[in-house]
């Protein structure tokens, strides 16, 4: 969502004292960088501002009223690029008490803890609750900048009362694990709103009963991850020793010259049969792409993937199946431009790897334990790690952008030509998913994980 914001101009509130905001966020830009907001409230000509982001050492800072001083800042760091959060900022300016009068909630759990908590004054009348102000997602709108680098969704706001996170969240009564309520809030009030962002036509469709109209400045890109399922990307916090650059929520990766250690993806896999993609962009030097699994963290930037025993690449420049720091004939080579699939069987402990939808030596994902073409994989609980991971290397000194398709049907900002489903009608992919193969995302993990 980087340099786009949704917007739309307030009508007259229900009340400039009582609000709640409501939304599911997935943090896309790890670590200390810049600071980048949720939403704001306000005028650019204003220096009145009301706005809640992410500090750049990821703490949260809600700014009720910018020129009052009126804030909250936490003293707890949000920094897993593999979550969804939901985070609810409960305003009521109404209540005597002045620690009730601003809520911040975090997956259902009041944050208490606080670095700053300078709460607004009793019976305050923040100044951008009025009309004509505007409310900006994913960005700051005084300055115009802090855009938001990540995912949202099931973003609301109601106007005129202070809730609970129970009004848009509950606990699951077996996993303990805080989930959406998919239901837009009954009584949003004058300029209360839902976005669900589930329509892949119209990303800022207002889905609450007032259907207000939202401006999108710059492009929403579609995803299937969502709060209640959620895919597997690179962890750009698995980046000390590669050093590499993270976009398009994090399934972009551009490298640093001569450091080759992999990234690795957020979820692991030690059971089940898996199906993702990976597409060559573009490179400055050799063809020294590398893609594929591995079980073991690095310990040096000059390490590719495929340099221990249970790592397990497929080298452009020969068409080569890398392991054990050495090379293989395997298949056709590869380059810029070109989609490598991969079928990981750990059923059988057997890896397929395709071009451009063709399984190289004649490879069978199909073909159960009898593995045609298949490379032979050890037992996830026999590696290091005790599962694999998706990885990928530039390997040279050269740099070289690889983008992934874990089934959100884009390749970077460019959605896949065709639209093939895995059996369970999961994800988005250029080329056909092999029977029994599935999108790694939390309900496949579940349903078919082990």
Excluded at 436 to 442: M, Q, R
Aim: charged fraction near 15%; proline fraction near 4%; glycine fraction near 10%.
């Amino acid at each position: 969502m980087a340099t786009t914001y949704v917007e739309m101009t307030q009508g007259t509130p229900t009340s400039t004292r009582k609000c709640t905001y409501s939304g599911w966020h997935k943090k896309c830009e790890a670590g200390p960088s810049v600071s980048q907001s949720f939403f704001s409230i306000g005028l650019a000509s204003d220096s009145h501002y009301t706005d809640f982001r992410y500090e750049t050492d990821d703490a949260i800072r809600i700014n009720i009223e910018s020129a009052e001083g009126y804030t909250i800042l936490t003293n707890r760091l949000f920094r897993d690029p593999a979550a969804w959060y939901h985070v609810v900022v409960a305003i009521d300016t109404e209540q005597s008490v002045s620690t009730d009068r601003v809520k911040l909630y975090i997956n259902g759990v009041q944050e208490t803890d606080l670095d700053e908590n300078l709460q607004p004054a009793e019976d305050y009348d923040i100044p951008t609750l009025v009309s004509g102000d505007k409310f900006s997602i994913g960005r700051r709108i005084r300055s115009g900048s802090l855009y938001f680098n990540g995912e949202m969704s099931w973003v609301q706001f109601v106007d005129g009362l202070q809730l609970a996170p129970t009004d848009f969240g509950s606990f699951d009564s077996t996993s303990g694990i805080w989930k959406i309520k998919p239901t837009p809030y009954a009584t949003p009030g004058n300029n209360g709103f839902c976005l669900k962002m589930e329509d892949r036509t119209n990303l800022d469709l207002d889905s609450s009963s007032n259907a207000h109209t939202f401006t999108t400045s710059g492009t929403l890109t579609a995803t299937y991850d969502n709060p209640s399922n959620n895919f597997a990307t690179i962890n750009p916090l698995d980046n000390y020793l590669t050093q590499a650059t993270f976009s398009n929520g994090n399934n972009t990766v551009a490298t640093v010259s001569g450091k080759y250690a992999p990234n690795l993806s957020t979820f692991g896999m030690s059971a089940g049969k898996w199906y993702w993609e990976v597409k060559a962009v573009s490179r400055a030097g050799a063809n020294d792409y590398m893609i594929g699994i591995s079980s073991k963290r690095t310990t040096d930037a000059t390490y590719e993937i495929g340099q221990y025993a249970n790592d397990y690449a497929y080298y452009a420049l020969a068409g080569d199946l890398w392991y054990n720091n050495g090379g293989v004939s395997y298949g056709n080579s590869y380059d810029t431009g070109d989609i490598v699939g991969v079928a990981l069987d750990l059923d059988n402990n057997n890896l397929y790897f395709s071009k451009n939808g063709t399984f190289q030596d004649s490879g069978d994902p199909t073909s159960g334990a009898t593995g045609t073409g298949a490379i032979s994989i050890g037992a996830p609980a026999s590696t290091p790690l005790g599962a694999y991971f998706s990885g990928q290397t530039y390997w040279a000194a050269a740099v070289g952008t690889l983008s992934y398709n874990f089934g959100n049907g884009y390749f970077g900002t460019t959605a896949v030509s065709s639209a093939n489903a895995d059996d369970a009608g999961i994800g988005s992919f250029e080329y056909d998913v092999p029977t029994g193969y599935y999108a790694l995302c939390t309900k496949n993990i579940k349903a078919y994980g082990g």
